[in-house]
């Protein structure tokens, strides 16, 4: 997999949410051998012993249940351990998520039978609001008492804990609140980490401004996961294969921001070299 990726002209990959704990050995011979390098993790890596997927909300930060909240200290302080023995900058989080129903796949099901403009929809766009506020304070606070239990092991090795945009509109933190966890989460160890696809899904549904967006958290931005959206939902496209205005987001991109492409396990592998040109003929090559 990691020869594959580093003969595609790939310098670097993350390690996602998939690895299970029978492919280190691997990856670290590879690593130490020098046939690649590994920028970031994405928790939780490796996967919890008899897990067999993908799982990265396995364990919820957010979870009421203290149990829970203990097993996902354990998962992450083990992918902070890892990504400090590969040498990586930076572990991928998902914080959570307010327990409420999802409205999220309704209303993009709304969005495209062209219903955004209906009283319909606008009815419950305001309910998701109202329902959020109203609930999320014991989640918010369950959810960044964890983070903080991670915050000095975290910092003790030099990894940064990039906290991710998410794409459904119950998970936290709320687009609308990173303002304020800016300012409780104001040092150098956790980092913004901006989904294209994840941003451009909530544009698509009303709830923000892209571009706008990711200005708001250019002084935190540690970096991004990069993958194109079709119209309204459909994401980890190759870049210029989609709708997003990778243009718009260039004035916030920096040389220093880690760049990791997230492509769908079926895009073709032309799709995969044209994309990456793509972007690099719009943000460059740094």
Partial sequence: MLREIRDLGFEYAELSHGIRISLLPGVIEAVDAGEIRISTLHNFCPLPIGVNHAAPNLFKFSSPDARERENAIRHSLKTIETAARLKARLVVLHLGCIEMKDYTERLIGMVENGEKDSPKYRKLCEEVEAKREHKKEKYLELAYGTLKRLMEEASARGIQLGIENREALEEIPLDSDFGFFFKEFNNSTVRYWHDTG?????????????????????????????????????????????????????????????????????????????????????????
């Fill in 198 to 286: 994840h941003a451009q899904i909530k544009e698509n549904l009303g709830f923000i401004q892209h571009s706008m967006h990711l200005e708001s958290m250019a002084d935190h931005l540690a970096g991004f996961h990069i993958h194109d959206v079709q119209f309204p939902g459909h994401d980890h496209l190759a870049p210029g294969t989609g709708m997003i205005d990778f243009a718009s987001l260039k004035p916030f991109v920096q040389p220093d921001h880690i760049k990791v492409f997230e492509f769908g396990p079926a895009t073709p592998l032309e799709e995969v070299k044209t994309g990456v040109d793509h972007l690099k003929s719009i943000w460059g090559t740094g």
